[in-house]
């Protein structure tokens, strides 16, 4: 007798990890495997290598990518502490900053479409 698995049919699990940001709540969107090993990469690689702005796109990239409800200019607002605080947040199992609460209340924010690539995603303003 055969076994089957139907991946397509398991539900995805929810992450439970939201930033607010500017008043509206952006939930995280599952990673893939490969898109988790990779973000684990470079935050090893930041802290080793030097090309500032080149880690510092990439950051941008990959927290784009998790939360794609966050506009590109709002990221690019922030200052490095928060900034780092956000990458850390979706790097970590238990960020340390990271609070449980209830959501009631406030706003969430629209779905977007994100593309793959990351460097058109500032044609948004506003």
Do not use: C, W, Y
């Given at each position: 007798?055969?076994?089957?698995?139907?991946?397509?049919?398991?539900?995805?699990?929810?992450?439970?990890?939201?930033?607010?940001?500017?008043?509206?709540?952006?939930?995280?969107?599952?990673?893939?495997?490969g898109q988790f090993l990779e973000t684990q990469k470079i935050a090893e690689q930041i802290a080793v290598?030097?090309?500032?702005?080149?880690?510092?796109?990439?950051?941008?990239?990959?927290?784009?990518?998790?939360?794609?409800?966050?506009?590109?200019?709002?990221?690019?607002?922030?200052?490095?502490?928060?900034?780092?605080?956000?990458?850390?947040?979706?790097?970590?199992?238990?960020?340390?900053?990271?609070?449980?609460?209830?959501?009631?209340?406030?706003?969430?924010?629209?779905?977007?479409?994100?593309?793959?690539?990351?460097?058109?995603?500032?044609?948004?303003?506003?």
């Open positions: 007798m055969t076994k089957f698995l139907d991946l397509d049919a398991l539900p995805t699990r929810k992450l439970g990890k939201t930033i607010k940001l500017k008043g509206v709540r952006h939930d995280m969107v599952p990673m893939g495997v290598t030097g090309d500032f702005a080149d880690q510092f796109e990439t950051v941008v990239a990959q927290i784009l990518s998790v939360f794609p409800t966050i506009p590109r200019a709002d990221l690019l607002e922030l200052d490095l502490d928060k900034l780092n605080a956000v990458f850390e947040f979706l790097t970590m199992a238990d960020a340390p900053k990271a609070e449980d609460v209830a959501a009631a209340g406030e706003p969430a924010a629209p779905a977007r479409t994100a593309s793959k690539s990351s460097t058109s995603a500032s044609s948004s303003a506003g």
